[in-house]
């Protein structure tokens, strides 16, 4: 197999605030591994958060590609990526994974979530972000998102002042009373002052509220879904397996990110260990192009929350394959991931 990679700029429409941060851009390194005139692809985007920027991605995939360069065929490769104990970051295993699946898939004729054993094609009404705005113009943004077909709104929130965060959330309600709206801290509240405002959030119709309080202490946020009274979803504080292991039925949800993960089989032992537990699962993602998102949608049958939106928020997504802009995100029946290079006729 012939194995190359190429790193990119992925720059955002605006700048996206959080309670940490403010990104503009972001890097991505998308790997091809090409074997018999079939190409299979995958990305890998930086992180400040998980400490990964764009020369030690492209670093550890070079290592990954001499590793990949010892199989005949993409088959035997991803069944040994599954099974053996490889000590490379999340991110990385998930993009090899990614483009081995888009691969074998091609190989097949299948699409990926067939491969995985879900027949017809997989959709989900997905979160939109409204960053960390004035709330003028989160309403506004609210507005204009409900009128392009979405129905679900993630609201990001953490400010010094919560009381801001109250008034961007109210504002987002006005706006758009009908739909279904998500918050996100990214663990910025205290556990005191998480409790004082949960019950107002509950009030204003806040469906669930994803990682309030800082990560680092997953009994403390266990201890507070148990009182909340609305559901509250794992994010930092649910990176992998174990982690998945100790939540499970003691908080409502856990946002899983292949990313983060470490990819598609990878978060499929986390849905199969929650399921039943009463957590429920979230898909999410990184700022990442349609193809760092789509090994995702592949998945998105499964999940309760789905917060697929990374490619959106793109000023130029280089890829098309999975839709998004009205709302909903799909894949279709093409065979593996469904991705494909983005022309001028796509919709943006």
């Keep these: 197999m012939n194995v190359t990679q190429r ?43 998980y400490g990964l920027d764009a020369r030690t991605l492209t670093r ?15 088959e ?12 490379t970051p999340p991110a990385v295993r998930a993009a090899v994974e990614s483009a081995l699946l888009d691969l074998t898939g ?30 003028d113009r989160a309403a506004a943004e609210a507005a204009r998102l409900v009128r392009n077909g979405f129905t679900a709104l993630k609201i990001k929130a953490g400010t010094p002042d919560p009381e801001d965060d109250l008034t961007r959330v109210r504002a987002v309600r006005a706006a758009a009373p009908t739909a279904r709206l998500l918050l996100d801290p990214n663990g910025a509240w205290s556990v005191e002052t998480a409790e004082r405002l949960l019950p107002r959030l509950a009030e204003l119709g806040i469906e669930a509220v994803e990682q309030p309080v800082p990560p680092g202490d997953p009994e403390a946020l266990a201890r507070l879904a148990q009182r909340s009274p609305l559901p509250v979803i794992a ?5 992998g397996y174990e982690d998945a292991r100790r939540l499970a039925g003691r908080v409502h949800g856990i946002n899983v990110k292949l990313a983060k993960c470490g990819g598609v089989t990878a978060a ?8 039943g537990t009463g957590t429920e699962l979230m898909l999410g993602c990184l700022t990442a192009s349609t193809l760092g998102i789509a090994p995702a949608v592949h998945l998105a049958g499964r999940a309760r929350w789905t917060d697929l939106d990374g490619h959106l928020l793109l000023a130029r997504d280089p890829w098309a394959g999975i839709g998004g802009a009205d709302g909903t995100v799909r894949t279709s029946s093409r065979p593996g991931l469904g991705v494909r290079p983005r022309t001028e006729e796509d919709p943006r």
């Design 7 to 49: 790193t990119v700029r992925l720059r955002l429409t605006e700048p996206l605030r959080i309670s940490r941060s403010t990104m503009a851009a972001r890097d991505a390194v998308w790997l091809s591994v090409e074997h018999e005139g079939r190409t299979g692809r995958g990305e890998a985007v930086s992180s400040v958060y």
């Design 60 to 74: 550890l995939l070079h290592a990954e590609s001499r590793w990949l360069a010892r199989f005949a065929e993409p």
């Design 76 to 87: 035997s490769a991803l069944a040994e990526l599954r099974t053996a104990s490889r000590r």
């Design 106 to 135: 091609k190989r097949a004729g299948l699409p990926v979530h067939e491969l995985l054993g879900t027949p017809g094609p997989q959709s989900a009404a997905t979160c939109r972000t409204i960053g960390i705005v004035p709330p």
């Design 235 to 239: 994010d930092e504080d649910a990176i």
């Design 268 to 275: 499929l032992r986390i849905a199969e260990l929650i399921e």
